[in-house]
């Protein structure tokens, strides 16, 4: 009995050893991950784990040293450019291997191969959309330039050097979850990560809905309700701004054909809370007589941080700022001589076409009165643990046709029969851009750079030693009719196609205006005076108003004085909307909570910080204000879907239009409702929903712990490698923008002068090692709104306290 019994233990830990180690579907083989030997327990690093070593790589032309300071910051010091950017790619994938690898495997539609075929849509969808396409068509013109090229080669080789000498043992711990291997590095892993931040700032559409809206109310009430320009607008280049160019000759808008009629479903739409601030001051407001340039890019905040540190320096090189993992050069950053930054301009270039196919072949497509040929694109997508699926995508010279009419949606809010018109579908070379910028000493170097610059457009802000400051909503812009694309259009037809571009020289532009500051928060790019067509919306223009009324006010400057309104968390919109809501409040009809809910209100002073009441009740008040004025007369259908009249035109209407028609709730027809039982009905509703859910009203309803910040790991559901319930102030539309998700995923302050000092943060840490003191260090002070300064180092033998050790490679 003894010896079946040990026979019988020794046969189920076999068992279990073999399904340890073997993966079953999609699901990983826990055993290498358990493992004292490979497993994630080797993936723990003390602070030094990367210091006082000579390396030996294959591939560098010279030696490099690397130093690393306190935070984990590698500076970079080459002998030669090719040397810096084949370092660069080495330290990042060091630090971020798998964050660098799994962004561009999501971009190319690759997910499937790592968690199975619960990706297949998702995958299938990426490439419908023409990521692949796009990325190409940006590698060959990144290739095209024999400066860039270099620069991709190197960057790839360095991470491929580091790739080689990694055992499996030491794998980030991501791949051991998801049991595989980093796979050697190419350039088109470049184009593929540029092309996911395209995704991310510029694939925002409602052409579709705009199409119900209109074929619901018709032209004139679609018109009032979804106007061109703002009620109240701050834009970025500031207003009677002259445009010192003569416009070239800009497309009319066809007669009675120009859109597309058919009802339509939705687009995804853009994350409010997606956006940025930047913005600089001119020597006449700072303290020290020379500019002074701030920047804090709104994205997703996650874990690995978006952003990476670095310093590079070169013999004709000496740049320090953030880098995209994935990416050479610096994307936000300094140098001795100038500072620049960026936010996203928000620019009208995705547009769809319906498609009149000639038969159910569908080999040829009617355009411009003739049959044209469809190419064909073969996908082949592989799918872990099962076959992989072949798919076959139509492109017309407007693009893919994202799904056709009889195929089922990856969500049920895109369009099909239709071809998407992208940016990102262009051959362009951002890589040149940043690449220029990094090497820029004069505002001309400045333009010169931007000029390359193609997509995601950006407000690119300015500074530098000679005293300029500037600011420019720059892209490659299509050149159109305006509200070209405000609707679905019709494919059959060559005048709704692009007719070219705005010229790169004509884009928004001002230098040294005599407000003596330039900012941007993803408002209007200009004024209606304008003569070319971006966009008919932006995002809402309540952080801009409250940053330009800040900055107006300033005087004498100070590195901390911008520190501070970065940190702003003033309600602009609050500010606007409740002394025009607080007198409709009908009082009588309150409970006792209600009442004391709304005295709170009453004596907020807009700051939405931690620990405000009347904050959390005015944000959840506002959505369902908005739901009760819209939400009957833009009712959800799932096969018609509509937007709402944005927050701006809510508030014109609460303003100057009491009387509206749309207060009325036209489902309640033996009643009608006036804006006081709009308001109030809203307000009591909110209110009794807080109280729901938070008990009595009281410090359980504070803002923070409300909205519960979290920076949350890349791979969904990963907590224990995520930060949650962050206690942060701020929100969607206001300057400090931390929202539930996304928020400033990068501050940074640069002081121009004879010696430049900078200072900045992300909310995380230089290593993507969940198991590093340098994952998550940064977080606290971002939370508090505290900047590090940023060591500029000037040659390799510098001393300096923070310098923690040396790694060197050596060819």
């Known amino acids: 009995m003894k010896v079946f019994k040990a026979l019988l233990s020794l046969l189920v830990a076999i068992s279990l050893l073999v399904a340890l180690n073997r993966p079953w579907g999609s699901v990983p083989a826990f055993g290498r991950l358990l493992s004292p030997f490979e497993g994630f327990w080797q993936n723990a690093e003390t602070k030094d784990h990367a210091t006082g070593q000579n390396i030996a790589v294959e591939g560098a032309r010279d030696e490099v040293t690397i130093l690393y300071d306190d935070l984990h910051v590698p500076h970079i010091f080459a002998k030669n450019d090719y040397d810096v950017y084949f370092a660069q790619g080495y330290v990042t994938a060091q630090d971020r291997l798998w964050q ?3 962004q561009t495997y999501a971009a190319a539609g690759r997910i499937s191969e790592l968690i199975g075929d619960r990706a297949l849509e998702l995958d299938r969808y990426n490439r419908r959309l023409g990521m692949a396409y796009g990325a190409e068509k940006s ?25 080689n000498q990694l055992k499996p043992a030491h794998y980030p711990i991501e791949y051991k979850l998801l049991g595989y291997a980093p796979e050697p590095w190419t350039p088109i892993k470049v184009a593929f990560l540029l092309k996911q931040m395209t995704q991310t700032l510029a694939a ?19 018109a009032d309700l979804f106007p061109d320009y703002p009620f109240k607008e701050d834009p970025i280049i500031p207003v009677g701004t002259r445009w010192d160019f003569t416009p070239v000759k800009r497309p009319a808008p066809p007669q009675n054909a120009d859109t597309d009629s058919s009802v339509a479903l939705n687009w995804q739409p853009h994350d409010p809370a997606i956006g940025s601030n930047n913005w600089a001051v001119g020597p006449q407001k700072s303290a020290t007589g020379y500019p002074i340039l701030a920047n804090d890019p709104h994205l997703t905040l996650s874990l690995p941080s978006i952003w990476y540190q670095i310093q590079l320096v070169t013999p004709t090189l000496n740049v320090y700022g953030v880098s995209l993992p994935g990416a050479p050069g610096v994307i936000i950053g300094f140098n001795k001589d100038v500072a620049w930054g960026v936010t996203n301009v928000g620019a009208d270039v995705l547009d769809f076409y319906k498609i009149r196919f000639r038969d159910n072949r569908r080999q040829e497509y009617w355009h411009d009165g003739k049959w044209k040929p469809v190419r064909q694109r073969i996908e082949t997508i592989n799918v872990k643990g099962k076959r992989a699926v072949v798919d076959t995508v139509l492109y017309t010279h407007h693009g893919p046709v994202v799904y056709l009419p009889e195929e089922k949606p990856f969500q049920s809010s895109i369009p099909t029969g239709y071809a998407v018109r992208w940016i990102a579908h262009e051959v362009d070379n951002g890589i040149k851009t940043f690449y220029d910028l990094n090497r820029a000493k004069t505002y001309d170097d400045y333009v010169t750079a931007l000029s390359y610059y193609v997509a995601p457009a950006q407000n ?12 420019s909503p720059n892209g490659r812009f299509p050149l159109k009719w305006r509200d070209q694309g405000k609707f679905l259009l019709d494919g059959t037809k060559a005048a709704n196609d692009w007719q070219g571009w705005i010229p790169a020289a004509q884009n928004p532009r001002v230098k040294n205006p005599p407000r003596e500051f330039v900012s941007s928060a993803n408002q ?3 004024d209606p005076t304008y003569p070319y067509y971006i966009n008919w919306e932006f995002e809402t223009s309540d952080r801009g108003m409250r940053i330009n009324q800040r900055l107006a006010g300033m005087q004498k400057v100070t590195v901390d004085s911008m520190r501070r309104l970065q940190n702003d968390v003033y309600n602009h919109q609050a500010s606007k909307f409740l002394p025009v809501l607080l007198p409709r409040i009908q009082e009588t009809n309150l409970s006792e909570q209600q009442k004391q809910a709304l005295k709170t209100v009453r004596q907020w002073n807009y700051q939405q910080d931690t620990a405000t009441i009347a904050g959390t009740i005015y944000v959840d008040w506002i959505n369902r204000l908005e739901d009760a004025i819209w939400a009957d007369d833009f009712p959800y259908e799932a096969s018609r879907p509509m937007r709402y009249p944005n927050a701006d035109r809510t508030w014109q209407l609460l303003l100057e239009e009491p009387d509206a028609r749309w207060f009325d709730n036209v489902q309640t027809p033996n009643r009608k409702e006036t804006i006081g039982d709009i308001v109030t009905g809203s307000f009591q509703a909110t209110v009794d929903s807080l109280s729901k859910r938070h008990g009595p009203l009281g410090q359980t309803w504070a803002w923070a712990a409300h909205k519960k910040t979290a920076v949350r790991h890349l791979i969904p559901g990963l907590d224990a490698f ?23 995923s990068w501050r940074m302050v640069v002081q121009l002068g004879p010696e430049v000092s900078a200072y900045g943060v992300f909310p995380g840490g230089q290593s993507g090692n969940a198991g590093s003191p340098y994952y998550l260090n940064m977080l606290e002070t971002w939370r508090k709104g505290d900047l590090y300064e940023l060591l500029y180092l000037k040659s390799v033998t510098q001393k300096h306290p923070r310098i923690q050790s040396t790694l060197k490679l050596t060819h």
């Open 139 to 163: 590698l060959k013109g990144m290739l095209s330039d024999p400066v860039t090229k270099s620069v991709l080669e190197a960057y790839s080789a360095g991470i491929n050097a580091y790739i």
């Open 100 to 102: 660098m690898e799994f």
């Open 722 to 744: 995520s930060a949650l319930d962050v206690q942060i102030g701020g929100g969607s539309g206001i300057v400090n923008a931390a929202g539930r998700r996304a928020g400033p």
């Open 460 to 471: 690119f802000v300015f500074a530098n030693t000679a005293k300029d400051i500037a600011i």
């Open 524 to 526: 209007s790019s200009t």
């Open 204 to 222: 925002g559409a409602d052409d579709l809905m705009m199409t119900n809206v209109r074929q619901k109310l018709g032209p004139a009430l679609t």
